[in-house]
């Protein structure tokens, strides 16, 4: 079930209208002796839809995919360019040399590039941050999940000597992946496709001796380059105890909601459908015998989805063709919003917030519809959340002047 907040005030407005017309038309009609003396309750004021906007707050990024800010009490928000740079935001301010650059590592186009940065939960004292980048190797594409370190002597500048953490085979240019979070629990959480090509011709989402196709869960503190945390759900049932879900096609944007800790995932689809899940330990969320919550290929006939997590909210292309996992809300600036999570969609430029009713339905409301490309969306220290456009800007949402 979808609300559209335009529908709503309308129709209380039309309620309202109505109620003041009949209350002028008793009025003239006057009383006799008879009538009565208790006057009308007054009509109520009809509640205003929430209206959002997109605030510019810096231009000239190239291709932005990725925002972060670290704990460090500093206010940087760190930009990621797909052609392999990080650039810093502060004071007002992009700064012009790049925290990292790394270009002459990175294979950038397409859905290739350096996609995803994540700082280390004691970033501010161990100065270790991590990020995601496709790169050629002898003719192989392959992702690198890779851990820089920023310098002593300048905070804003990182030390471009990179420890490879993971890599692994692309078999394809798309249906990269290229988020990397740390969860609540300090683990380092990988976002990786199904390798590419259409319709997972390979079979890998579907597939545990591969971590195409999955969202990972490793330990990047205890030892190098990474160890496999003695909890995963396939530790010791499949070759590679990686993995933390499964039967991902293309998951683009995850998060972790602050308060809650619930892992949100926007999955993108293939020709009908994009979704966002809730991840869970071990859970299959079937790609690619399902497209969202239909069948893939699409059957004459139902198809069983035993074993698989459908997704809590999917749509179709009248609304979008891309979906980009976003955060839940929880800054001060639109308190309205607190506790929503809020994506959009690249192609549609549409962004929405979902909200679980009572009864455990998840409700979509469109926020905007903007002309923007959104690649990413990003959230600061404060829980303000941002936006952004691929064409090299960065807004923040703040409520309609």
């Excluded at 039309?14 to 003041?20: F, G, I, P, Y």
């Excluded at 009565?36 to 995919?65: F, H, K, N």
């Amino acid at each position: 079930m979808f609300l559209v907040c335009r529908s709503f005030s309308a129709s209380r407005a039309s309620r309202t209208a109505t109620l003041l017309l009949l209350l002028a038309l008793a009025a003239a009609c006057g009383g006799g002796a008879g009538s009565s003396t208790t006057p009308a309750p007054s009509p109520q004021p009809t509640p205003q839809p929430l209206r959002v906007e997109l605030e510019q707050i810096v231009t000239g990024v190239a291709s932005p995919t990725d925002l972060q800010e670290p704990n460090d009490g500093t206010g940087r928000l760190f930009i990621v360019e797909q052609t392999g740079t990080i650039r810093i935001f502060q004071n007002g301010a992009l700064l012009g040399q790049p925290f990292l650059d790394i270009r002459h590592l990175v294979r950038s186009g397409g859905e290739m590039g350096l996609l995803g940065l994540a700082f280390h939960p004691n970033f501010a004292q161990n100065r270790r941050f991590f990020v995601n980048f496709t790169r050629d190797a002898n003719g192989q594409l392959q992702t690198v999940i890779a851990e820089f370190l920023a310098t002593t002597a300048n905070p804003n500048l990182a030390d471009p000597v990179a420890r490879v953490v993971l890599i692994q085979d692309q078999p394809f240019e798309n249906h990269n992946g290229g988020q990397l979070q740390f969860g609540p629990d300090g683990l380092l959480y990988i976002a990786l496709g199904d390798g590419g090509a259409g319709g997972d011709p390979l079979g890998n989402a579907q597939n545990l001796n591969t971590l195409l196709g999955k969202l990972l869960r490793v330990d990047v503190t205890t030892a190098q380059p990474y160890v496999i945390p003695a909890d995963n759900p396939f530790v010791g049932q499949a070759p590679r105890g990686e993995i933390w879900a499964y039967g991902l096609r293309n998951p683009w944007r995850f998060s972790f909601a602050r308060i809650t800790g619930t892992l949100f995932l926007g999955d993108v689809g293939q020709v009908t459908r994009e979704e966002v899940n809730i991840i869970t330990r071990g859970g299959n969320y079937g790609w690619n015998r399902m497209e969202g919550s239909i069948c893939f290929p699409p059957p004459t006939t139902g198809c069983g989805t035993t074993g698989l997590i459908l997704p809590i909210h999917d749509y179709g292309n009248d609304d979008g063709r891309t979906v980009v996992g976003g955060y839940v809300y929880r800054g001060a600036r639109i308190p309205e919003l607190a506790g929503a999570y809020l994506f959009g969609d690249f192609i549609s430029g549409r962004i929405w917030r979902l909200d679980q009713s009572p009864t455990g339905v998840w409700v979509r409301i469109e926020l905007l519809d903007t002309d923007s490309l959104i690649s990413s969306f990003g959230q600061d220290q404060a829980g303000e959340v941002y936006v952004l456009d691929l064409r090299g800007t960065v807004f923040r949402l703040r409520r309609a002047s």
